[in-house]
């Protein structure tokens, strides 16, 4: 007999099953750790379970909730109450544009399981086994995350939507036949919030452009749902763009969401170097290593933001792999020596070399490694 195994960590949700999964993840707890001199004197293997236990937890860590996402997370709060009860038709939906590995994704997920989670809260019959309402057996699904495949039609956008709320359709069906088909069981299963991540990727060439914006508008004027796109370069696309040039219906798409730009942190201000010190505390403050101090990662404050470019996600990415290679070197604390061994992203890792060329006069690159 086949026997199956989950992985641990958690992948995009592409179902409402794997969806719910997302929702109710715990991430790793911090471990207990002895004192130090009594770990070095534990034997080898049991210092490997613990050291263990410390790399799952850094490898998860803590996701720091910025001011620029409970900013974001306030706005859609207060679109939906907006549209809770508003008549028929579309209802004003919200676009987080923005670079890569500014935290887009995980901004909207996060919105969209505490969402459901405030409901679980509230209405715990609601997501029971056998819930009825009007004398059908429902299966509650208030949340509908879609994240969209390159080059993604509007046929694939239905059968997206099908898939996730496991709703089967024939071979053949036409676009029409599936959309007709899900908007019906969404509006059944009580749909309130419909999230399309990464709608960059949608076909918007000019072949395809109008009928795209046609389906996004036909789906949102037919569910009582509060929409919620992301998505790279989003207000220069066909889907938003706006202005002179701009066909009727991108004008249509563009009039009926509000842009949200979300952008990397800066040091330029006195606001962006508190807000970027309160990221690196934040993640430093939960860190299990025996021999880091509160602050060590503070006073890098600004090689920290050269490395990472101000990106919460690199900056993450950063701190976790050192956090691990910490535990493994057997440093037990994050230096800045330490982090010259950590290699990030090209694209990170060729903006940062040019960081320090122009910090040296473009001449002799920096040395790599300092104390830290």
């Given at each position: 007999?086949?026997?199956?195994?989950?992985?641990?960590?958690?992948?995009?949700?592409?179902?409402?099953?794997?969806?719910?999964?997302?929702?109710?993840?715990?991430?790793?707890?911090?471990?207990?750790?002895?004192?130090?001199?009594?770990?070095?004197?534990?034997?080898?293997?049991?210092?490997?379970?613990?050291?263990?236990?410390?790399?799952?937890?850094?490898?998860?860590?803590?996701?720091?909730?910025?001011?620029?996402?409970?900013?974001?997370?306030?706005?859609?709060?207060?679109?939906?109450?907006?549209?809770?009860?508003?008549?028929?038709?579309?209802?004003?939906?919200?676009?987080?544009?923005?670079?890569?590995?500014?935290?887009?994704?995980?901004?909207?997920?996060?919105?969209?399981?505490?969402?459901?989670?405030?409901?679980?809260?509230?209405?715990?019959?609601?997501?029971?086994?056998?819930?009825?309402?009007?004398?059908?057996?429902?299966?509650?699904?208030?949340?509908?995350?879609?994240?969209?495949?390159?080059?993604?039609?509007?046929?694939?956008?239905?059968?997206?939507?099908?898939?996730?709320?496991?709703?089967?359709?024939?071979?053949?069906?036409?676009?029409?036949?599936?959309?007709?088909?899900?908007?019906?069981?969404?509006?059944?299963?009580?749909?309130?919030?419909?999230?399309?991540?990464?709608?960059?990727?949608?076909?918007?060439?000019?072949?395809?452009?109008?009928?795209?914006?046609?389906?996004?508008?036909?789906?949102?004027?037919?569910?009582?749902?509060?929409?919620?796109?992301?998505?790279?370069?989003?207000?220069?696309?066909?889907?938003?763009?706006?202005?002179?040039g701009a066909s009727t219906r991108a004008t249509q798409t563009s009039a009926r969401n509000t842009l949200h730009q979300m952008t990397k942190f800066t040091i330029s201000t006195k606001q962006g170097k508190q807000e970027w010190a309160g990221a690196i505390m934040a993640l430093e403050s939960v860190l299990a290593l025996y021999q880091h101090k509160q602050g060590q990662l503070t006073r890098l404050s600004r090689?920290?933001?050269?490395?990472?470019?101000?990106?919460?996600?690199?900056?993450?990415?950063?701190?976790?792999?050192?956090?691990?290679?910490?535990?493994?070197?057997?440093?037990?604390?994050?230096?800045?020596?330490?982090?010259?061994?950590?290699?990030?992203?090209?694209?990170?890792?060729?903006?940062?070399?040019?960081?320090?060329?122009?910090?040296?006069?473009?001449?002799?690159?920096?040395?790599?490694?300092?104390?830290?």
């Amino acid at each position: 007999m086949m026997r199956s195994y989950a992985h641990p960590g958690l992948a995009e949700p592409r179902t409402k099953t794997e969806w719910r999964g997302y929702r109710d993840h715990k991430a790793p707890a911090r471990p207990v750790m002895p004192p130090y001199e009594t770990f070095l004197a534990l034997p080898k293997n049991k210092r490997e379970v613990l050291n263990d236990a410390r790399h799952d937890f850094h490898s998860a860590l803590a996701i720091i909730r910025t001011a620029q996402m409970l900013r974001l997370h306030s706005l859609m709060e207060r679109r939906m109450h907006l549209n809770a009860h508003q008549p028929p038709g579309a209802r004003r939906g919200i676009v987080v544009d923005g670079p890569p590995t500014v935290g887009k994704s995980t901004l909207v997920k996060m919105f969209a399981a505490d969402f459901e989670r405030r409901l679980l809260r509230k209405y715990p019959e609601r997501f029971d086994d056998g819930y009825e309402k009007d004398g059908m057996v429902i299966d509650y699904t208030p949340v509908v995350y879609i994240n969209v495949p390159a080059g993604a039609t509007p046929k694939d956008m239905s059968v997206l939507l099908a898939d996730y709320l496991g709703l089967p359709y024939r071979a053949g069906a036409t676009k029409t036949e599936i959309t007709k088909n899900v908007l019906a069981v969404m509006r059944t299963v009580g749909v309130e919030l419909v999230i399309i991540d990464d709608v960059h990727f949608l076909d918007v060439s000019q072949r395809e452009g109008k009928i795209v914006n046609d389906h996004l508008k036909y789906l949102a004027n037919h569910t009582a749902a509060t929409f919620i796109y992301t998505g790279v370069d989003l207000k220069r696309s066909g889907l938003f763009l706006e202005g002179q040039g701009a066909s009727t219906r991108a004008t249509q798409t563009s009039a009926r969401n509000t842009l949200h730009q979300m952008t990397k942190f800066t040091i330029s201000t006195k606001q962006g170097k508190q807000e970027w010190a309160g990221a690196i505390m934040a993640l430093e403050s939960v860190l299990a290593l025996y021999q880091h101090k509160q602050g060590q990662l503070t006073r890098l404050s600004r090689y920290l933001f050269d490395r990472t470019g101000g990106s919460i996600c690199g900056l993450s990415d950063l701190l976790r792999e050192g956090a691990i290679e910490a535990v493994m070197s057997g440093e037990e604390a994050i230096t800045r020596r330490l982090l010259e061994r950590i290699d990030l992203s090209e694209h990170a890792e060729t903006a940062y070399r040019q960081t320090r060329r122009t910090r040296t006069g473009g001449n002799r690159p920096a040395p790599r490694a300092q104390a830290g």
